[in-house]
């Protein structure tokens, strides 16, 4: 499982999950401290300094009290993602399908060939497809709202 960090400018951390490990609040924050926040110090300078706002989905591993205290104790702040939303999730709508659409038909013979796959399809988007997917995502969040909250098909 793939778990990608991103924001206008591109990929900040991509982390894969060792098959059949599951994702809990404690790996989810192990990542955040351990691997997310280095990658952005290195990646996106300055920005730790300035207010740092995560729009992740629900899933328990994200809303838990463990990681809810880990995010305070970083200072980051997390956007609140109502359920059963993927059209309020930028990944699901403008990650994740352009790059199962690249990888439809390829036969990978190990792991490390998907990863490296992947990490290639990443790093080879233009530079404005990340900066797209949030301005989209603004475009979902304000119709959202003029719907009251009813859930927005394409």
């Not at 990646?43 to 300094?49: F, I, Q, T, V």
């Not at 899933?59 to 200072?75: D, F, N, S, Y």
């Amino acid at each position: 499982m793939l778990t990608v960090f991103w924001d206008s400018k591109g990929p900040i951390l991509e982390n894969y999950q060792e098959c059949g490990t599951t994702v809990t609040s404690a790996t989810y924050c192990d990542l955040l401290q351990r691997e997310l926040k280095p990658a952005i110090r290195s990646k996106r300078k300055g920005k730790l300094s300035k207010e740092i706002l995560l729009l992740h989905d629900n899933a328990r591993p994200h809303t838990a009290a463990h990681t809810l205290e880990t995010l305070k104790q970083l200072k980051w702040e997390s956007m609140e993602h109502p359920a059963y939303s993927p059209d309020l999730a930028p990944s699901d709508f403008h990650l994740f399908r352009p790059l199962k659409n690249a990888l439809q038909g390829r036969r990978f013979s190990c792991d490390y060939d998907v990863k490296a796959a992947v990490h290639q399809w990443l790093h080879a988007q233009p530079k404005h497809f990340f900066a797209d997917g949030i301005k989209k995502f603004v475009g979902h969040w304000e119709k959202r709202i003029t719907k009251r909250g009813d859930y927005i098909e394409k």
